[in-house]
Nanobody, 122 residues
Framework: QVQLVESGGGLVQAGGSLRLSCAAS????????MGWFRQAAGQEREFVAA????????LYADSVKSRATISRDNAKNTGYLQMNSLKPEDTAVYFC???????????????WGQGTQVTVSS
């Protein structure tokens, strides 16, 4: 089992930045790829970014590609999502997830955090 806890969400004005963190415990964090997903009110959960176990490979959704950076520190068992130039449409609950491979498909991830709310005001 891997336990994941997100933090760093909050209220930010449009154009601002946030860094989300995902702290992992349980099994060895470096054995898992990590993904970030988000779910806006009334909408399905969607892929945001993913990073491989080593951190070498990253994937991004087109909607955030130029504004987001995913990273990880395996020594600290923590993953990160830096979001810049935030827009109101980025408002959502952001979830981190762990799985065998960095990919965009939600149901390929085995472990999920509880999420952290990001609200972007216009």
């Amino acid at each position: 089992q891997v336990q994941l806890v997100e933090s760093g969400g909050g209220l930010v004005q449009a154009g601002g930045s946030l860094r989300l963190s995902c702290a992992a415990s349980g099994r060895t964090f470096s054995n898992y790829a990590m993904g970030w997903f988000r779910q806006a009110a009334g909408q399905e959960r969607e892929f945001v970014a993913a990073i491989s176990r080593s951190g070498i490979t990253t994937l991004y959704a087109d909607s955030v590609k130029s504004r987001a950076t995913i990273s990880r520190d395996n020594a600290k068992n923590t993953g990160y999502l830096q979001m810049n130039s935030l827009k109101p449409e980025d408002t959502a609950v952001y979830f981190c997830a762990a799985g065998p491979v960095a990919q965009r498909i939600i149901n390929r991830y085995d472990y999920w955090g509880q999420g952290t709310q990001v609200t972007v005001s216009s």
